[in-house]
C-alpha cells in the first residue's frame, strides 16, 4: 500500500536484548519498505533504556546485520539512551500538572489485582498521593480514564480500548529509575517527526497507552500498520526468550527473499538466487500491505532461521 511521498518518515527500532533474527527482519523489511514506496526518510533508533536486559556487544551487532542485509537509513543511528534527560523533563512536567504520580506498590502488593490484556489491571492505590511525594522505591504511573482511545491501523483495522478499565494507571518510569519503553518511544518519535510506525502486532496492545500519552503532551499521533509475527513450531513468537537464531550474515540474499514471503508480497521464485541489489530493488517496486490484512501470525521462517 503506497503512502503519499513527500514527508513520510518512519523507523526501526530494535532493543539490543540480542542479535536480529527472522522475526525482527519482518519488522524491519516492512517498515522499510512502507517507507521506501513513500519515497520517504527511514530511521533507525536503538532503544537501548534497559541495560539491565541488554546483551554487550548486541546494538553494534545489530547496526552491522541491517548493513550486510543492505538496508540504507537517513542520518546517524540515534540511540535512546542519550535521550534520558528529555525524558526525565517530561516526566517531571507530568507530575507537575497532575497527569503522572509517585507509586510504592510493589509487584508483590499487585499480585492479586484482575488482569487485562496488558496484565494486572492498576487499582489506583497511590492515586491519592500528592505531586511532590517521593520516594527511592518508587515508580511513576499516569492517570488514565475511561474514555474510549481508537484509532485504525493500517493492517489490523479498527481499534478501541479504555485504559482505565483494561489497564489501569501505567509505568512511565520505573522503581529503578529507568525511564519506562512507553513513554520513552512517544517522545522520541515525536522528536524524530515520525509519521507512520510499522511494527509486529505483539505490540499491537501497547498503542493505546502510547496515543494516550501523545494526547496527554500535544503531541500528533503517527500513523500505524502492526504486521504479522514470526512464530516457531509450537506457535510461540519468535523471540530470545523462544530460541530464535540469529540471522545468518552469510545468507542475506536468500533470507530477505524468505521474508518477502513470509510477507506475503509473493516474489518469483527465481529471485531467491538474484543479489541483494535486485532483490530490493523488485521489492520496494511491488511492496504492498495489503496481503497482511487482519493477520496476527506469519508463515513459520524456513527451519535454520527458526
Not at 484509532?151 to 489497564?167: C, I, K, N, P, Y
Request: aromatic share 8%; proline share 8%.
Amino acid at each position: 500500500m503506497p503512502v503519499t511521498a513527500g514527508n513520510y518518515i518512519g523507523r526501526f527500532a530494535p532493543s539490543p536484548t540480542g542479535p536480529l533474527h527472522f522475526g525482527s527482519l519482518l519488522a524491519a523489511t516492512a517498515s522499510y519498505l512502507q517507507a521506501m514506496s513513500g519515497n520517504g526518510r527511514w530511521i533507525l533508533r536503538i532503544e537501548d533504556i534497559d541495560p539491565p536486559r541488554e546483551q554487550r556487544g548486541a546494538a553494534d551487532a545489530i547496526v552491522s546485520a541491517l548493513e550486510t542485509y543492505g538496508f540504507e537509513w537517513d542520518g546517524p543511528v540515534r540511540y535512546q539512551s542519550h535521550k534520558t534527560p528529555r525524558h526525565r523533563e517530561v516526566i517531571a512536567r507530568l507530575i507537575d500538572a497532575g497527569y503522572a504520580y509517585r507509586c510504592g506498590c510493589s509487584r508483590q502488593a499487585l499480585a492479586q489485582a484482575p488482569r487485562g490484556p496488558m496484565g494486572p489491571i492498576y487499582p489506583g492505590t497511590c492515586r491519592a498521593r500528592t505531586a511532590g511525594t517521593s520516594s527511592k522505591r518508587s515508580s511513576v504511573r499516569v492517570r488514565t480514564d475511561s474514555q474510549p482511545v481508537s484509532f485504525h491501523d493500517l493492517v489490523q483495522g479498527a481499534q478501541t480500548m479504555r485504559l482505565e478499565l483494561e489497564s489501569g494507571d501505567f509505568v512511565i518510569e520505573r522503581r529503578d529509575r529507568l525511564v519506562a519503553y512507553h513513554l520513552a518511544v512517544v517522545i522520541d518519535d515525536f522528536d524524530d517527526g515520525i509519521s507512520q510506525i510499522v511494527r509486529g502486532v505483539d505490540l499491537l496492545d501497547s498503542t493505546a497507552r502510547q496515543i494516550y500519552l501523545q494526547r496527554l503532551l500535544g503531541y500528533r499521533t503517527p500513523g500505524y500498520a502492526h504486521i504479522p509475527v514470526a512464530v516457531n513450531s509450537s506457535g510461540q513468537k519468535l523471540s530470545k526468550m523462544t530460541g530464535a537464531r540469529a540471522l545468518p550474515l552469510d545468507n542475506a540474499g536468500p533470507t530477505l527473499f524468505a521474508a518477502l514471503r513470509a510477507l506475503q508480497q509473493g516474489p518469483p521464485d527465481d529471485l531467491a538466487a538474484a543479489g541483494l541489489a535486485t532483490i530490493w530493488e523488485w521489492a520496494k517496486e511491488h511492496w504492498t500491505l495489503k496481503p497482511l490484512m487482519n493477520q496476527r501470525n506469519a508463515p513459520e521462517p524456513p527451519q535454520r532461521y527458526g
